[in-house]
């Protein structure tokens, strides 16, 4: 069935330091979305992405969706406490959702 | 505000004994899901409903069922939970569009956490 994985697992980083997770999927996506997950919290939807090759940018987040369409970026600029959190990307198929693994972000001030 | 409520915040049940999260939302969005997320691990969909047809993942197990007695309101019965049940069960809502060719933003409510003894 359709995978949705997430690299890197874990990322610790300086405050201040960027920080970059991957997605990849293992069938085309409609589009795609990101969620940032706080602890104890639940998903808080970020971005949507529909088009190849689409960037978008949310302050010092921006969002790539690939060209073909099975791969999408999220970069964070000069990270800040308040980033720490699970970020998963989301990506829609025919007629569902499908998580990525996540990755887990600790920024150290 | 509109919003997805999720009651209760967290349950505790005994082994075997049957337990019902419901879901509710002021969105009137005409799709809702429900999720159960473990600890450290994606939310992994169960099920959801499209208006009022039903979609069930093929691996979600038949110990899990759930009702949509109209569009603001979902339940998610577990029939007999076992350890293993034991999570973050997550609802959502989505408005969503037949043939749009994708699909909307999801809104999650805070989740309920189960706890099985």
Request: proline share 4%; aromatic share 14%.
């Amino acid at each position: 069935g359709q995978q949705v994985m997430q690299i890197p697992q874990y990322q610790h980083v300086q405050e201040g330091e960027d920080f970059t997770t991957y997605c990849n999927s293992s069938t085309t996506l409609s589009n795609i979305q990101w969620y940032k997950q706080r602890p104890g919290g639940h998903p808080v939807f970020l971005i949507q992405l529909v088009k190849s090759g689409e960037v978008k940018k949310q302050k010092r987040l921006t969002f790539q969706f690939g060209e073909a369409k099975k791969n999408s970026s999220l970069h964070i600029t000069a990270t800040q406490t308040t980033d720490v959190g699970t970020y998963f990307c989301a990506g829609t198929g025919t007629y569902k959702y499908i998580f990525g693994t996540g990755t887990r972000l600790k920024v150290l001030a | 505000d509109a919003m997805v409520i999720q009651n209760p915040r967290y349950q505790v049940t005994q082994f075997g004994k049957p337990v019902t999260l419901s879901c509710s939302q002021t969105l009137n969005h005409n799709v809702m899901y429900w999720y159960q997320q473990k600890s450290s691990q994606a939310p992994k969909l169960l099920f959801h409903y499209y208006d009022k047809d039903f979609n069930n993942e093929a691996d979600t197990p038949d110990n899990f069922q759930s009702r949509r007695p109209n569009t603001s309101f979902c339940f998610l019965d577990i029939r007999s939970p076992g350890l293993g049940d034991a999570a973050m069960y997550l609802c959502a809502t989505s408005r969503e569009i037949r043939d749009r060719g994708f699909w909307e933003t999801q809104y999650f409510g805070p989740g309920t956490r189960l706890l099985v003894l």
